[in-house]
């Protein structure tokens, strides 16, 4: 089945600072690669998502990238500010499937 | 609008008891999804409902794990005579398509 890796496990930047996080996936078949953020106590809310079909993808300070033939897909997040402070999620989907696959996390800390 | 909605936020059990956890889902959204997600780890996928299909219950661990989803809408996933491993905050999440999925805020359960 997919195995999804994802680095780092924290990260910690000055406010202002861009952050960067990367996602392996192994199987070829995957074509959909979610984005999850998760505050503390509450659930993972997607932020942003990318399609097999499209090399990039960007919305306000928030960018993913996507590289079909590596197999890898990261998350880019500009002039980072507290409150993206949280842990970040990345995924991968097979097809039409049912099942989403799901990276370990990354603590991202945003230091004011 | 409201969200996905998810019953007990806390629960804390004695090892063999059984117990049942609640997921209302965004009204409309056809697809639900239960998880698993265990401290400091990624999200454990455990079963997928979709319409009037059967579910994908590929990801339940054993048998002492089930759900069901009533009239296409609220599902209840239940644990019977819990471990201590079973310990772990049980997402549950929707989506109106194979996609985009739209998390609660989960239900903490602690097996003493």
């Known amino acids: 089945g997919e195995n999804v890796e994802q680095h780092p496990s924290t990260l910690s930047v000055q406010e202002g600072d861009s952050a960067v996080i990367k996602c392996t996936y192994s199987?070829?078949?995957?074509?959909?690669f979610p984005w999850y953020k998760q505050e503390l106590g509450k659930g993972p809310q997607l932020i942003i998502d990318i399609r097999s079909n499209v090399g990039e993808k960007k919305d306000q300070r928030i960018a993913v990238t996507l590289n079909k033939t590596a197999k890898h897909f990261s998350l880019h997040i500009t002039e980072t500010q507290p409150e993206d402070s949280a842990v970040y999620f990345c995924?991968?989907?097979?097809?039409?499937?049912?099942?989403?696959?799901f990276g370990t996390g990354t603590s991202l800390t945003v230091i004011p | 609008g409201a969200g996905v909605s998810q019953s007990p936020s806390n629960k804390v059990t004695e090892k063999g008891k059984d117990v049942e956890l609640r997921c209302d889902p965004i009204?409309?959204?056809?697809?639900l999804y239960w998880y698993r997600q265990r401290l400091g780890q990624g999200l454990e996928f455990l079963i997928y409902f979709q319409g009037n299909s059967a579910p994908d219950k590929s990801g339940l661990p054993s048998d002492r794990f089930s759900a069901e989803r009533t009239g296409g809408s609220v599902s209840t996933l239940t644990i019977q005579r819990t471990q201590q491993e079973d310990s772990a905050v049980y997402l549950c999440?929707?989506?109106?398509?194979?996609?985009?999925?739209?998390f609660g805020p989960g239900t903490r359960l602690t097996v003493t």
């Open positions: 009204s409309g959204h056809t697809a």
């Open positions: 995924a991968a989907s097979i097809g039409f499937g049912n099942q989403f696959y």
């Open positions: 199987d070829s078949a995957s074509n959909y």
């Open positions: 999440a929707s989506s109106p398509r194979r996609r985009e999925q739209y």
